[in-house]
């Protein structure tokens, strides 16, 4: 056995059991370190089957761009793990019936073809490649330019979508917010704008003041037989 052929079998083993950690681990963070490390030996595989550039691009797109933003999104949404997990059990017999649907699929893809013919096809782009005229960046650009280029719009147009979608479950409002909704204010009928309420009429009557305590006195009536008060004097 050759050691390229070691080397291959030592990242693929690798390579699936990164895999199977993805997605079972608990934590969203580990998760996400357990796919950086099936990129790596991903790109280890293709780095032995001669495809540099894609190599170099898994590694510096996925691994140092999207995994490094996935990370961070995940910590900003401060993830509740145990209430995800409540009722993940329920979902068991739904991804056993999905993952074995995927395995059947493939089994037939490699095993029988599917129905597809295992004639070669004469390429020319590929016997230029391997005759060394044309580079493997050169080839790539080629093919995805020409035969894959919906697929490759579509591809950008799902990046874009993921983009404002990471955007939209991070932006927070202020709990002190003052702005207006303008949805609501659009949704508000003229009625009910103003609302006139028929209330009964209240007709309070103004209080007597109270006399002074010398005021009463004075206008008190004397006694039969008794003295008229003398007046007060002003010393």
Same mark, same amino acid.
Request: charged share 15%.
């Given at each position: 056995?050759?050691?390229?052929?070691?080397?291959?079998?030592?990242?693929?083993?690798?390579?699936?059991?990164?895999?199977?950690?993805?997605?079972?681990?608990?934590?969203?963070?580990?998760?996400? !370190?357990?796919?950086?490390?099936?990129?790596?030996?991903?790109?280890?595989?293709?780095?032995?089957? *001669?495809? =540099?550039?894609?190599?170099?691009?898994?590694?510096?797109?996925?691994?140092?761009?999207?995994?490094?933003?996935?990370?961070?999104?995940?910590?900003?949404?401060?993830?509740?793990?145990?209430?995800?997990?409540?009722?993940?059990?329920?979902?068991?017999?739904?991804?056993?019936?999905?993952?074995?649907?995927?395995?059947?699929?493939?089994? !037939?893809?490699?095993?029988?073809?599917?129905?597809?013919?295992?004639?070669?096809?004469?390429?020319?782009?590929?016997?230029?490649?391997?005759?060394?005229?044309?580079?493997?960046?050169?080839?790539?650009?080629?093919?995805?330019?020409?035969?894959?280029?919906?697929?490759?719009?579509?591809?950008?147009?799902?990046?874009?979508?993921?983009?404002?979608?990471?955007?939209?479950?991070?932006?927070? =409002?202020?709990?002190?917010?003052?702005?207006?909704?303008?949805?609501?204010?659009?949704?508000?009928?003229?009625?009910?704008?103003?609302?006139?309420?028929?209330?009964?009429?209240?007709? =309070?009557?103004? *209080?007597?003041? =109270?006399?002074?305590?010398?005021?009463?006195?004075?206008?008190?009536?004397?006694?039969?037989?008794?003295?008229?008060?003398?007046?007060?004097?002003?010393?």
């Amino acid at each position: 056995m050759e050691f390229t052929t070691v080397l291959f079998y030592i990242f693929a083993l690798l390579l699936t059991l990164s895999g199977l950690k993805v997605i079972t681990a608990r934590n969203p963070v580990s998760s996400a !370190l357990f796919l950086v490390l099936a990129f790596f030996n991903a790109a280890a595989v293709w780095m032995l089957l *001669e495809a =540099e550039f894609l190599a170099i691009l898994l590694v510096l797109v996925y691994v140092g761009a999207v995994m490094v933003l996935f990370l961070f999104v995940v910590m900003m949404l401060d993830i509740n793990v145990d209430v995800l997990s409540r009722d993940f059990k329920r979902f068991i017999p739904v991804a056993t019936i999905v993952g074995a649907i995927m395995v059947i699929e493939t089994a !037939l893809i490699l095993w029988h073809g599917y129905g597809a013919t295992t004639t070669p096809v004469a390429d020319g782009s590929l016997a230029a490649a391997q005759s060394g005229a044309m580079s493997n960046t050169h080839l790539i650009g080629k093919i995805i330019y020409t035969d894959y280029i919906f697929a490759f719009e579509v591809a950008g147009l799902v990046l874009l979508v993921a983009i404002v979608a990471a955007i939209g479950l991070t932006v927070r =409002e202020p709990k002190d917010s003052k702005r207006q909704d303008v949805s609501k204010q659009v949704a508000v009928r003229a009625r009910d704008r103003v609302r006139i309420v028929k209330m009964a009429a209240v007709v =309070e009557v103004p *209080e007597e003041p =109270e006399a002074a305590p010398a005021d009463a006195a004075a206008a008190a009536p004397a006694a039969p037989g008794a003295a008229p008060a003398a007046p007060a004097t002003k010393s």
